[in-house]
Structures are given as C-alpha cells and as structure tokens.
C-alpha cells in the first residue's frame, strides 16, 4: 500500500512498473517518498511563513497545504518527464529549469524556518532597532512642539525682566527718597521737604504701576505657560499614540531584514541545505541508473512513435494518390464532345430564362 502511493508519487507509469523486477517498483518508491517528503517540507515551511504574515494558524495551514500541494505537483511532473538517456549531460540540460527553481523555493522556504531558529538574536535586533526608533520619534515630534515653547519661554522671559526692570526702577526711587528724608542725597537737608514729597509720590506712583505691571503680566504668563503644558500633553500624546507603531515592527520584512544583520555563515548552510532538499527528487532522478522500467518505456514510446509516423506517411500517400486520380478523371471528361455540347446547351438555355425573367420585370415596373 505504502510502496503504491509512493510509487504514485513518482509519477511512473504504474502499468509497466507492475511488469518490472520489485527492485525497479523500490528505485521509483525511493523517488517518490522524496517527492512526497520535499512537498510535506515545503507545506511545513510555508505554513510558519504565513502564519508570520497572517498571525492566524488556520489561514497558515490552508495556504501552506496549497503551496504543498503546488511543489508536489511541480516536482511529481518534473521527475515524471525526466527520461533517462545515454548522455548525462542531456538529462542535466533537461532537468537544469526545475534546479534554477528550486534555488529560488530553497530560498522561500529556508528564510521562516532561519527566523524561527534565530528568534531570540532577530528579537534583540528587533530590540535595539525598535528602542533607535523610539529615540527619533521622539526627537522628529519634539522638532514640531520645541521651537513653540522655546517662543513662550522667551515671551514669559520678556514679561519676567519688564516686571524686574520696573521693580528695580522702583526701588532706585525708593533710596531716592529716603536719602532725601535722611538729607544724605539731593537737597542735603533733613526732613520731609517738598522735595522729598515730589520724589515720594513719584515712587508711589511707580509702586502702583508695578503691582498694575505684575498683576497684568502674571496674568499673561499664566497663560502662556498653561499653553507650555497643553504643548506638553500634545507631544505626550503624539508619542504615546505613535509607540505602538514602533512596537509592531515585527512583521516577515523586519525579521528578514534584521535576519541579514546575523553573520551569513549559519543562513546559508541552512539555505543550502534546503536546496538540497528541493532538488533531492531531481537529483535522485539524474543519479538513478538507467533500468528495467526506462527501457520498456522507451520500447512503449517508440512504439507509438512508429505507429504515428506510419499513419502520417499513410495519410499523406493517400492525398497524394486521391490528388493525382481526381486530376485524371477531370482531363478525361475534358476530352469528351458530347458532354461539352450538352453543357453549352444548358448553358444557352439558363442564359434564354435569365434574359425573359429581367424582360418581365423590367414591363412589370413600366
């Protein structure tokens, strides 16, 4: 049961390996059990591939069966048309396609099964460049909120050294007046004088524009840094609300990319072996020594090759010789006078009707 579906597998002709010694019916086995195991390998690398893409299990096995299912037929052909000659060199030239494609599926299904192996090391690279990431998407968000605070930061500044520069002017006045007061300054005279009056309403009024002066602008920076926080709480949540994003770089391209940072040396041993495993079945063809079953083979196709070439050759006599009789029995009714009188009769008589049938029409539409 078992050598029968592998049998199958190989895509041999059943009906003549039946005729063939139980070593020919175990070569073919061989072949197809590699087929059937390459197609099983190919279903179980794909499957993870798309299982990385797709994050659903039953979405995985049903387009990894497909693909499965797809290099088994492509390989189950390819073996089944590969015929053994006497040259080695032809059936490499034959089978040298289904090798240039297998380098490239090698390649398809070597690369998820390389990033299930270096998972941990593509999860650091992932890692770091994820936290790289973080740091320029903070800093490009910050380009856009920076330059405003630094602008309210100035104007509250600006707003902080008038209210100083009015409050030092004040207390200069301050001293003003006192020394006036004491007469160590201006007039020079102790006592409250009219001079000391002038200067000390002067520096009130100075007092009250000030506290005017910093009820106004501690009013305005208020506002001006409650804009510095909601800037704040914008670029919080620019970061906030773009991290995910960064944290979802992990999809098939990622690995793969972070995959090619690794040393090469491990991933291609592992390609290589997977493209040992994708030609195996055509390797084991080319490698399988010419037996039994392609000698009966090649007897059945040559005996179908004779057959047809006979009928071609039969048919094409016959048109000849069908050809060459027609154009005989032709020159012979040619050189018979009875018969072209009677033609020319019928001839003038289908001319006479013609003629009286356009004449009737013709009187009819007068």
């Not at 998972?119 to 994820?130: D, F, R, T, W």
């Not at 903070?138 to 930061?153: F, G, H, M, S």
């Not at 106004?216 to 926080?229: C, S």
Request: net charge negative; glycine share 6%.
């Amino acid at each position: 049961m078992l050598q029968r579906f592998f049998i199958f597998c190989s895509g041999a002709d059943t009906q003549i390996l039946e005729t063939c010694s139980n070593g020919e019916r175990n070569k073919y086995a061989g072949i197809g059990a590699t087929v059937f195991f390459t197609a099983i390998m190919a279903f179980i690398a794909s499957g993870y591939a798309l299982y990385t893409v797709f994050d659903n299990i039953y979405t995985a096995i049903f387009f990894g069966f497909i693909w499965g299912l797809l290099i088994f037929n492509l390989d189950r052909y390819i073996v089944s048309t590969i015929k053994k000659r006497d040259s080695f060199k032809s059936e490499l030239l034959q089978a040298m396609p289904r090798i240039i494609l297998a380098m490239i599926i090698a390649v398809v299904i070597s690369k998820p099964l390389e990033m299930k192996i270096f998972e941990k090391e593509i999860n650091q690279v992932l890692l770091e460049e994820k936290n790289s990431m973080t740091l320029a998407n903070q800093e490009q968000i910050a380009l856009q909120y920076t330059p405003k605070v630094e602008a309210l930061n100035q104007e509250i500044g600006n707003l902080k050294a008038e209210i100083a520069a009015k409050e030092s002017a004040t207390n200069a006045l301050y001293d003003i007046y006192i020394s006036e007061a004491e007469g160590t300054a201006g007039t020079g005279l102790l006592g409250k004088g009219p001079v000391y009056k002038e200067k000390r309403e002067k520096h009130d009024a100075y007092l009250a524009e000030l506290a005017q002066l910093k009820e106004t602008n501690g009013q305005k920076v208020q506002d001006l840094e409650a804009q510095i926080v909601a800037l704040g709480t914008d670029y919080n949540t620019a970061v906030t609300s773009s991290q995910p994003i960064i944290d979802g770089f992990d999809g098939l391209m990622a690995r793969i990319n972070a995959l090619g940072k690794l040393p090469w040396f491990p991933s291609f041993f592992i390609f290589l072996l997977f493209l040992a495993i994708e030609t195996a079945p055509i390797i084991a063809k080319l490698l399988a020594p010419k037996g039994e079953y392609d000698y009966k083979f090649e007897e059945q196709e040559s005996v179908v090759a004779t057959w047809v070439t006979q009928k071609v050759a039969q048919r094409k006599l016959l048109f000849s010789t069908d050809g060459e009789l027609n154009q005989k029995i032709y020159e012979d009714i040619k050189g018979e006078e009875e018969l072209y009188r009677y033609k020319k009769e019928k001839a003038e008589e289908l001319l006479r009707l013609q003629a009286d049938a356009f004449h009737n029409v013709q009187v009819k539409g007068l």
